[in-house]
């Protein structure tokens, strides 16, 4: 199971953290994928961790935007900072093929 949470409004220049909470707990070597879907725009991947741990961040996301763990809790999270308006999108956590519920982010003055 994959549990979303995090999120909500904040403005340009701002930090959220989005969690990605999973049950029932991280093995070794998981795969993990966050995505993102602006309203009227498909689903575009934002970054993802693979098996052999290698982390890769879409341009935008690059400097900004970070995947990190918590395997005492189960939780995988994306750090993101500097937020901008075009940030704004409902944000998916893919856990080895799971996917959360989305949370929704906006950014705007």
């Known amino acids: 199971q994959v549990v979303q949470s995090g999120g909500g409004s904040v403005q340009p220049g701002g930090s959220l953290r989005l969690s990605c909470s999973v049950s029932?707990?991280?093995?070794?070597?998981?795969?993990v994928a966050w995505y993102r879907q602006a309203p009227g725009k498909q689903r575009e991947l934002v970054a993802d961790?693979?098996?052999?741990?290698?982390?890769e961040y879409q341009n935008f996301a690059k400097g900004r935007f970070a995947i990190l763990a918590n395997d005492t809790v189960n939780t995988i999270y994306l750090q993101m900072t500097s937020l901008r308006p075009e940030d704004t999108a409902n944000y998916y956590c893919?856990?080895?093929?799971?996917w959360g519920q989305g949370t929704q982010v906006t950014v705007s003055a």
């Open positions: 961790k693979r098996e052999d741990g290698h982390i």
């Open positions: 893919n856990f080895d093929g799971y």
């Open positions: 029932p707990h991280i093995l070794p070597n998981y795969a």
